[in-house]
């Protein structure tokens, strides 16, 4: 991705050490020396790339960016390779087709085309991006507002007010407001927003379900939205993430990654350490 003149690299910048692309979960480990592959079984890690800074997932593809330079590298399952795509970026979000990067200095965001290393600006000054499936958000740079982004047209649109962080399943978005009080779901119209929990920490998303931690405890919670109800799933943790049909934490120390029963709030240990 382009970088602003005279910007300084993200490398090893604060970033997502997990994550997870509809059929498989990633980690860095410990010590940034490499990405690793969970395998299903018994806890064992495959290792697919060398170090890296950050990582980011598309329901399909793996990121990863270079701790020395910045640079963001694609990996390529399959052929089991890695292939440079870009410069530096402030952040990285990608929807089930295209990914998107902010610049380092945040003064636009690009959408990679899919040819060597060429990236299209789509916006200007921007704090932060967020995707569902098939959709990119980004908040103004001076109001924080959130706004979505139409492809097909190329026209932002103004859809709320600032908030702490968003997160998108397939159909819906969600959002904390800044002084972490409510969580609440856009309608899809205008910049119409309906409460559906109070005070809340953080909130994560998979493909078709909301989580939120407790402000209070830290608890891990899981959304019915048919119910409008919300049920306690498991203690806290420094980060949450899924595949299509399985939720992974990592715990609070970064010393082990755990995945969700589905059953009274009971998680397994599937791996040792990540990086923090």
């Known amino acids: 991705m382009p970088a602003a003149p005279g910007a ?12 997870a692309t509809g059929s498989h979960l990633y980690r860095i480990a410990p010590d940034r020396t490499a990405v690793e592959e969970y395998t299903g079984k018994d806890g064992a890690w495959t290792k697919v790339g060398g170090p890296a800074g ?3 997932t598309s329901a399909t593809t793996l990121y990863a960016t270079d701790p020395a330079s910045g640079d963001i590298e694609q990996y ?8 440079r795509i870009g410069g530096p970026g402030s952040g990285f979000a990608a929807t089930g087709d295209h990914l998107y990067g902010v610049s380092v200095d945040h003064h636009g965001v690009f959408e990679y085309t899919g040819a060597d290393d060429t990236w299209e600006q789509v ?9 569902s499936g098939s959709t990119l958000y980004a908040t103004d740079m001076t109001t924080g507002d959130i706004e979505r982004y139409d492809r097909s047209r190329r026209t932002w649109t103004r859809i709320g007010a600032p908030g702490s962080g968003f997160a998108a399943t397939g159909d ?4 904390v407001s800044v002084n972490h009080f409510g969580v609440f779901e856009y309608t899809g119209t205008n ?3 309906n409460q559906i929990r109070g005070a809340t920490d953080r909130i994560f998303t998979s493909r078709t379900t909301l989580y939120a931690t407790d402000a209070a405890t830290g608890d891990m919670e899981q959304y019915d939205p048919a119910r409008g109800t919300w049920t306690r799933i498991g203690a806290p943790g420094a980060a949450f993430v899924t595949t299509d049909d399985h939720l992974y934490g990592v715990s609070p120390d970064h010393s082990g990654v755990y995945e969700y029963t589905g059953a009274n709030g009971a998680w397994s240990k599937i791996g040792g350490p990540v990086a923090p």
Not at 76 to 83: E, F, K, S, V
Not at 123 to 131: E, K, V
Not at 172 to 175: D, P, R, T
């Open 191 to 193: 910049s119409d927003w």
């Open 54 to 56: 950050r990582i980011y």
């Open 8 to 19: 300084a690299p993200t490398a090893a910048a604060a970033g997502p050490t997990v994550a």
């Open 123 to 131: 916006r200007g000054a921007t704090d932060r991006i967020f995707t």
């Open 172 to 175: 819906h978005l969600y959002g």
């Open 76 to 83: 390529d399952r399959a052929r089991g390779t890695w292939t």
